[in-house]
């Protein structure tokens, strides 16, 4: 998060503060909290848990602060979508990823036999395939992320169920094959599996040092060696396990591939499969960083995408276009994730307000330009609709809230 290093208590604004030791786990308020720097680090309504309460005091951070002038309305409460797949189901997957988890973080060192056997394999695919089936039945459910943990430990088990449970969905709002949906929620379910290798106090850090950091970059290469030559499972689910770190900017590990190797040699569904990873991360509770909503997250990765004075993208924007456009209404609970009103700049570098959203197209939007390609401002503004009549995409929203890394 980046900080200013304006201290909101020098600001002349009438701020409570609290202290976090006191604040009991459960607890829900109706302002935004901040830290001292005015950061959001639990939006309104949203529960104060143990571990939130345990990453902030790890950071040294011991009071949070909030404006009693802005109160926020309990908006939205009370109208819940329906997740894609149900509860008991979600559950059962959870389950066998725990006990496959469990089983390699035992055995890892010890045995050098196949450790995840057909039957477990097979056990897995047909999971998938039932959480398939479910996705079919339920169209107008919504991705609702299991994000609360009880304890860091489960964060593996939900990450992974998260990410499966998204890639298969993805797979076939785009209307990829029915092997290729399985893949994707195989590759989902399996693609953190190296973390088994990561002692468990590494993996509950909040801060990690280079050492360590090293160490976690290797889990794309262990979770490969547990895979590689193994029968069970389909060639696309091996690349997932070994390729979701990589970035088109160069910046992944664990080969730093460069865009050109991104867009011709590794398969759009392992791409895809990096944007269900990444957001499956922001919107869960997790040992490092703060747990963001589908809103801010959605906006937070586009700005990925496009980020400022960076020639390189971190995804490719054709990749994000698609996971939008197949998700972007399953992710917010129906709602857009940019709005009338925002601030927006477009690939051609011009600045716009967004007037009216496009429902089928969220990055192309009816907009008023204001800036040109040259940065000054128009004399006349002009109103386009970004489908018909100007053939360019959103690049990123401007956030009136500090800027978050
Ligand atoms: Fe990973
Ligand atoms: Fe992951």
Same mark, same amino acid.
């Given at each position: 998060?980046?900080?200013?290093?304006?201290?909101?208590?020098?600001?002349?604004?009438?701020?409570?503060?609290?202290?976090?030791?006191?604040?009991?786990?459960?607890?829900?308020?109706?302002?935004?909290?901040?830290?001292?720097y *005015?950061?959001?680090?639990?939006?309104?309504?949203?529960?104060?848990?143990?571990?939130?309460?345990?990453?902030?005091?790890?950071? @040294?951070?011991?009071?949070?602060?909030?404006?009693p002038?802005?109160?926020?309305?309990?908006?939205?409460?009370?109208?819940?979508?329906?997740?894609?797949?149900?509860?008991?189901?979600? *559950?059962?997957?959870?389950? @066998?990823?725990?006990?496959?988890?469990?089983?390699? %973080?035992?055995?890892?060192?010890?045995?050098?036999?196949?450790?995840?056997?057909?039957? %477990?394999?097979?056990?897995?695919?047909?999971?998938?395939?039932?959480?398939?089936?479910?996705?079919?039945?339920?169209?107008?459910?919504v991705?609702?992320?299991?994000?609360?943990?009880?304890?860091?430990?489960?964060?593996?088990?939900?990450?992974?169920?998260?990410?499966?449970?998204?890639?298969?969905?993805?797979?076939?709002?785009?209307?990829?094959?029915?092997?290729?949906?399985?893949?994707?929620?195989? /590759?989902?379910?399996?693609?953190?599996?190296?973390?088994?290798?990561?002692a468990?106090?590494?993996?509950?850090?909040?801060?990690?040092?280079?050492?360590?950091?090293?160490?976690?970059?290797?889990?794309?290469?262990v979770?490969?060696?547990?895979?590689?030559?193994?029968?069970?499972?389909?060639?696309?689910?091996?690349?997932?396990?070994?390729?979701?770190?990589?970035r088109?900017?160069?910046?992944?590990?664990?080969? /730093?591939?460069?865009?050109?190797?991104?867009?011709?040699?590794?398969p759009?569904?392992?791409?895809?499969?990096?944007?269900?990873?990444?957001?499956?991360?922001?919107?869960?509770?997790?040992?490092? *960083?703060?747990?963001?909503?589908?809103?801010?997250?959605?906006?937070?990765m586009?700005?990925?995408?496009?980020?400022?004075?960076?020639? @390189?993208?971190?995804?490719?924007?054709?990749d994000?276009?698609?996971?939008?456009?197949?998700?972007?209404?399953?992710?917010?609970?129906?709602?857009?994730?940019?709005?009338?009103?925002?601030?927006?700049r477009?690939?051609?570098?011009?600045?716009?307000?967004?007037?009216?959203?496009?429902?089928l197209?969220?990055l192309?939007?009816?907009?008023?330009?204001?800036? /040109?390609?040259?940065?000054?401002?128009?004399?006349?503004?002009?109103?386009?609709?970004?489908?018909?009549?100007?053939?360019?995409?959103?690049?990123?929203?401007?956030?009136?809230?500090?800027?978050?890394?």
């Amino acid at each position: 998060m980046s900080q200013d290093n304006k201290n909101i208590q020098d600001q002349n604004i009438n701020l409570v503060h609290m202290d976090i030791r006191l604040i009991k786990s459960g607890a829900q308020y109706a302002y935004d909290l901040l830290d001292e720097y *005015g950061n959001v680090v639990l939006e309104a309504y949203q529960e104060f848990t143990e571990i939130l309460k345990k990453h902030l005091l790890s950071e @040294n951070i011991r009071f949070l602060y909030y404006n009693p002038a802005i109160k926020k309305p309990r908006e939205g409460k009370g109208f819940v979508h329906d997740h894609v797949v149900s509860a008991k189901l979600q *559950g059962e997957v959870i389950e @066998n990823a725990k006990e496959i988890f469990d089983f390699i %973080r035992e055995n890892l060192k010890s045995s050098s036999t196949q450790l995840l056997s057909k039957s %477990r394999v097979d056990a897995s695919r047909r999971l998938v395939s039932r959480v398939l089936e479910e996705i079919a039945d339920r169209k107008d459910a919504v991705f609702n992320p299991l994000m609360k943990l009880k304890s860091l430990d489960e964060y593996d088990y939900l990450h992974s169920t998260n990410v499966s449970v998204l890639g298969a969905l993805l797979a076939r709002k785009l209307d990829f094959s029915k092997d290729v949906q399985v893949a994707m929620g195989m /590759g989902g379910l399996f693609h953190d599996i190296g973390k088994t290798s990561i002692a468990k106090d590494i993996l509950a850090k909040a801060k990690l040092s280079d050492e360590e950091f090293d160490i976690v970059k290797e889990h794309p290469h262990v979770g490969y060696k547990l895979v590689e030559n193994n029968p069970h499972f389909m060639e696309l689910e091996k690349r997932i396990v070994l390729l979701h770190h990589e970035r088109s900017d160069g910046n992944g590990y664990p080969f /730093g591939f460069d865009m050109d190797h991104m867009m011709q040699k590794t398969p759009r569904e392992v791409r895809l499969m990096s944007l269900c990873d990444v957001y499956s991360a922001l919107v869960s509770e997790r040992p490092y *960083g703060r747990t963001f909503s589908s809103f801010e997250a959605l906006r937070l990765m586009l700005n990925m995408v496009y980020a400022p004075y960076k020639t @390189n993208h971190h995804f490719l924007p054709t990749d994000f276009r698609d996971f939008i456009r197949a998700l972007g209404m399953s992710l917010n609970e129906g709602n857009f994730f940019l709005k009338p009103g925002d601030l927006v700049r477009l690939e051609t570098g011009e600045v716009a307000v967004i007037e009216e959203m496009n429902r089928l197209y969220p990055l192309n939007p009816r907009v008023r330009i204001i800036t /040109g390609k040259d940065r000054q401002p128009l004399k006349r503004q002009v109103q386009v609709d970004l489908l018909k009549d100007y053939r360019s995409y959103i690049s990123n929203v401007f956030e009136k809230q500090p800027e978050v890394k």
